[in-house]
Structures are given as C-alpha cells and as structure tokens.
C-alpha cells in the first residue's frame, strides 16, 4: 500500500511555478526577443535636424550626423561640442567657430 502526502499551500504554488515556467518558456523567450528588439532603435544613418540650445540641443528630425556650416564635414552627433545658439549652426572646430565670428564681423574673445 503506498502512501499520498498531501500538498501544502507552498508546495501548490512552487509546482504551478514550475508547471508554468515549462509550459510557456518558448513563448517567453520569443517576447522577451521581441521586446528587445524595440528597445534599441536603429541609429538613422542621414542628416539629423536640431534645436540649438544653451548647453544642449533637441532633435527634431533624428539622424547620425550634421553638417559644419563653415566646411560641410559631416560631425557625429556624439562629437558635436560647438553650436551657435543665434545663428543655429553647427561647427566641427573651433577654428570654424572664429572664422565663423570674423565673417559676421564679431569680436573675437
């Protein structure tokens, strides 16, 4: 004659855990690719558009790149450290942003 033990409160839940974990890991495994896949967006690879702002700037067009208003060289968004807040520009260097100064007739510093 064998004996039944019966289950505990506890020992219902962890089995249902377990019952559950079986039977939808596949289609977990899918939703969580799923959803990672939304979390990182694609870097755009044209033009960006921005707002240029005092110490900082708003996208608002996406993009990887703008243009240097005074060489046209194509600057990362990652690299962009000068801007004109006035003239909404971007420069490369800052040899560009005194060139840029000196053709508006500005002082320089």
Known sequence: MTRTRAL???MRTSFARRALALCFAPLLRTFRNVMNRFER?????????L??????FRIVRP???VRCAVTGQAIPLDDLRYWSVDLQEAYATPEAVLTRMQERGRPMP
């Not at 707002?51 to 900082?56: A, I, P, Q, S, V």
Request: no cysteine; glycine share 14%.
């Open 51 to 56: 707002r240029y702002l005092d110490g900082e």
């Open 41 to 49: 967006f694609p870097e755009p690879l044209g033009e960006a558009e």
């Open 63 to 65: 993009g990887s790149f």
């Open 8 to 10: 505990t409160p506890a």
